[in-house]
Every structure is written in structure tokens, then in C-alpha cells.
């Protein structure tokens, strides 16, 4: 599947976190972020690292996360939502994952979640202060989740 980017809004991706708070409507998701996203939902905007998935397993397995149903079927609901597309790990992006410009941490989700977003030329929306402070220094584009 091909992300599309039309030319009315950026392309958003959200950190697997802002999702989780998107779907639940969660007060810490900034009143600004929130209307980006519902804007960028109108025009299917809204992009979903497959690596995504991945994460909110992990963390519904390791107890961090508590689902109000089981896993594979709350992912394939947030997929289907409209407005909200799944980017694929390509090749190029796995690859670029390992081999940022930039000093980052060895996360790896969070190195794919980059590597996607400067791929498909989107705004990474989180609220984790490294990649918002790489973001600050021109690496990639971010907005902060709680703004």
C-alpha cells in the first residue's frame, strides 16, 4: 500500500503513544495536535508505522498497556478508521533506520518511526523530548503531541 500525500496538509505519523491517546481521547493529547489530527483524518492523512503494531504488542505483553479488546483486534480497528493508513517498512526504511545522519538512540522502533517519517516526508507527532529535540535541530519534522 502507498502512503498518499496530497497537497492540502502534511502527512502526520504518529509515535505509537499518540495513537494509543488519539483512539482513547486522552486529555494529554494537546487541543492543537488534536485538531491537526482530526483535520488530517478528513483528508486521510494520517499515517501508521508498521512497526507500530509491533510496539503495542510488545507493551499489552510486558503489562504496560491495557487494551478494551485483544490486540490484533484493536489494531485492525485503528487501521480501518477512516483517515488512517498503514505505512510499510520498506526496504529503504529498515535500511535508513541504521544509518541516520545524526546521533540518536538505539530504540528501535523509535529509529524506524524516524527513518519513516523522513522517508515519506511527514511530521512525526510524539511527545518523547529526544526526538522532539532532534526534530528542533533540523533532522526531521516533528510536532509535540501535547501541544
Avoid: Y
Avoid at 10 to 22: A, F, G, R
Amino acid at each position: 500500500m502507498t502512503v498518499s500525500q496530497g497537497d492540502n496538509s502534511p502527512l502526520l505519523l504518529v509515535d505509537t503513544h499518540t495513537l494509543i491517546w488519539m483512539v482513547a481521547e486522552v486529555p494529554r493529547l494537546g487541543s492543537q495536535t488534536a485538531e491537526a489530527l482530526n483535520r488530517a483524518g478528513w483528508e486521510c492523512r494520517i499515517a501508521v508505522s508498521a512497526i507500530t503494531p509491533w510496539e503495542v504488542g510488545l507493551l499489552v505483553s510486558k503489562g504496560r498497556l491495557k487494551l478494551g479488546a485483544e490486540v490484533m483486534h484493536w489494531i485492525r480497528s485503528v487501521l480501518a478508521k477512516p483517515g488512517v493508513q498503514l505505512a510499510p517498512l520498506e526496504p529503504e526504511i529498515a535500511v535508513a533506520s541504521t544509518r541516520l545522519p545524526f546521533e540518536m538512540h538505539a530504540d528501535p522502533a523509535d529509529r524506524i518511526l524516524v527513518a519513516t517519517a523522513r522517508h515519506l516526508g511527514a511530521t512525526l507527532v510524539t511527545a518523547d523530548g529526544a526526538l522532539l529535540e532532534s526534530a528542533k535541530q533540523g533532522h526531521f519534522l516533528a510536532m509535540d503531541a501535547e501541544a
